[in-house]
């Protein structure tokens, strides 16, 4: 999920994605150990989405304004 896509939901609902992909990381773990899935892939990504969905929460404690797409460095 993207940083726009998740700036648009409540912070509810942000709360519970982070549940949720706590919830998936967990499920992951226990596969991972009892060897059914070898994908390391799937473990790094959820908890990028985890990183991400918890940096956006923040900005909105603090009411930080990200910069539009079209302020990035070097335009």
């Known amino acids: 999920m993207k940083p726009i896509e998740i700036r648009s939901k ?3 609902e942000i ?3 982070i549940d949720a992909s706590r ?3 967990l499920n992951m773990q226990f ?3 009892a060897g059914e899935t070898r994908n390391p892939a799937q473990r790094r990504d959820i908890k990028k989405s985890i990183a991400r969905l918890k940096t956006v929460m ?3 404690e603090l009411g930080i304004q990200p910069k539009s797409q079209g302020e990035g460095v070097g335009k």
């Open 10 to 12: 409540s912070k509810q």
């Open 15 to 17: 709360l519970d994605e």
């Open 23 to 25: 919830r998936s990381l």
């Open 31 to 33: 596969q991972w150990l």
């Open 58 to 60: 923040r900005e909105m």
